[in-house]
């Protein structure tokens, strides 16, 4: 496409480009499109519908057909997207949303949704005035009242925290918070939080949690004592572009990358380690740095950065 095209669609009033990106989107995913689809789901007339698909031909004129026997505008096999390239992640996560109930059909653009099964332990689902104080403790630097339970066996224990930050790791959500009981910062799942309740404001500067805000670059490569085939495979899902692969991540989530994909050498079966970390030792020193710098931090040894 052309810098005077990108130019044009890029002075397309927001209504318009909008629908044009529903009949890109319609053409990619499903093949077909028609007048009564646009109509449908933007309560528009049929001449406006007519407009619209004929502007998006002005934009992709090679890119659908007109299929007398379907009644509708078909994907050619010159069909190129104008709107919608790079969307497939965004697409299976609808689809995902979809089966899990997280989202209406309505308040996407699917027209055939493909069969589809989502295998995973259900949670605690979290709710919506959970999430709502979370984040408003964040944006506003307020603290939070919380029952928290544990893997120690123990009961659940209130806890004073201060989030500053929300993370998803593992199919689960965190909030990462200076715990006023333990003086540091810590991770929280949010499945295990109870009884939360905004309080005062808090004093403790984000910027002292170095853990959260170093980022720690793992070296990956295919477990050696795999066959070449299989680390063959293993190269292409991660999209290795030579021997190894680096993955950022803050110093803070370590544990749970390595937890994941079994990183860690703690004594599981070889052949169910897909991956080695090569620089474990390196990243662990820079945790326990990263670790001390926020210790020293909050006693006030040190400044923010």
């Known amino acids: 496409m052309s810098q005077n095209d990108a130019e044009t669609i890029d002075d397309l009033k927001p209504g318009l480009r909008r629908r044009l990106e529903f009949i890109d989107f319609r053409l990619f995913w499903d093949g077909r499109i028609n007048r009564s689809d646009l109509r449908e789901h933007f309560k528009i007339s049929a001449q406006q519908a007519s407009n619209d698909l004929e502007k998006f031909a002005e934009f992709a004129p090679f890119s659908m057909a007109y299929d007398q026997h379907a009644k509708s505008f ?7 997207p104008v709107f919608v390239a790079g969307q497939a992640h965004r697409y299976l996560l609808q689809l995902q949303a979809l089966k899990l109930g997280w989202l209406d059909k309505n308040h996407t653009w699917f027209g055939a949704v493909p069969d589809i099964e989502v295998v995973e332990l259900r949670r605690r689902p979290v709710s919506d005035e959970l999430v709502m104080l979370l984040t408003t403790a964040i944006n506003e630097r307020r603290q939070i009242k919380v029952k928290y339970w ?3 066996g ?3 224990t209130e806890r004073v925290l201060a989030p500053h930050s929300l993370a998803y790791v593992a199919g689960r959500w965190h909030i990462r918070a200076y715990d006023a009981g333990n003086g540091d910062f810590r991770d929280f799942n949010l499945g295990r939080l109870e009884n939360v309740e905004l309080s005062g404001h808090s004093t403790i500067d984000p910027n002292f949690d170095f ?3 170093s980022i720690g670059r793992l070296r990956l490569r295919p477990n050696p004592e795999l066959p070449p085939e299989e680390q063959e495979a293993v190269r292409r899902e991660f999209a290795f572009e030579g021997e190894e692969l680096e993955k950022p991540c803050r110093l803070a989530l370590l544990f749970y990358l390595r ?3 079994h990183l860690a050498d703690d004594g599981i079966d070889k052949r169910k380690r897909h991956l080695v970390l090569l620089n474990n030792d390196e990243l662990e ?5 990263a670790r001390r710098m926020s210790v020293m931090a909050l006693q006030g040894s040190v400044e923010p950065q």
């Open 74 to 80: 078909v994907r050619t096999e010159t069909y190129k």
């Open 150 to 152: 544990t893997m120690s």
């Open 154 to 156: 123990k009961p659940a």
């Open 211 to 213: 853990e959260w805000k």
């Open 259 to 261: 937890s994941e994909y």
């Open 285 to 289: 020193e820079l945790r326990l740095s």
